[in-house]
């Protein structure tokens, strides 16, 4: 049974800092691109990073380069999204998600998903 946990997430405010984990357990992680994407009230869910298997490759949504950066542990079985210099306009449900093959924004090739964590940021 593949899960994916996510965790981290919170209030926070304007201009301020979280670091986002999710933890992978029941396949075979290291062989698996893993994304973060987020939802906000009223739109869909979007693409936010990725990150290639080994980690050396990883990719960003425009709104977020320069702010968040992807990283993954294979030993640990986690991926991790470091988020600084939020904005009220990052504020969602940030979820992670995996899937076998090369990069890809798109939330229908992504077989595996966590639950989701909340990010709040306050201005």
């Known amino acids: 049974q593949v899960q994916l946990v996510e965790s981290g997430g919170g209030l926070v405010q304007a201009e301020g800092s979280l670091r986002l984990s999710c933890a992978a357990s029941?396949?075979?992680?290291?062989?698996?691109?893993m994304g973060w994407f987020r939802q906000a009230p009223g739109k869909e869910r979007e693409f936010v990073t990725g990150?290639?298997?080994?980690?050396?490759?990883?990719y960003y949504v425009d709104s977020v380069k320069g702010r968040f950066t992807i990283s993954r542990d294979n030993a640990k079985s986690t991926v991790y999204l470091q988020m600084n210099s939020l904005k009220p306009e990052d504020t969602a449900v940030y979820y992670c998600?995996?899937?076998?093959?090369?990069?890809?924004?798109?939330?229908?090739?992504?077989?595996?998903w966590g639950q989701g964590t909340q990010v709040t940021v306050s201005s």
């Open positions: 029941g396949l075979a992680f290291s062989s698996y691109f």
């Open positions: 998600a995996a899937r076998l093959g090369p990069y890809s924004h798109y939330k229908g090739s992504y077989r595996y």
């Open positions: 990150i290639n298997w080994s980690g050396v490759s990883t």
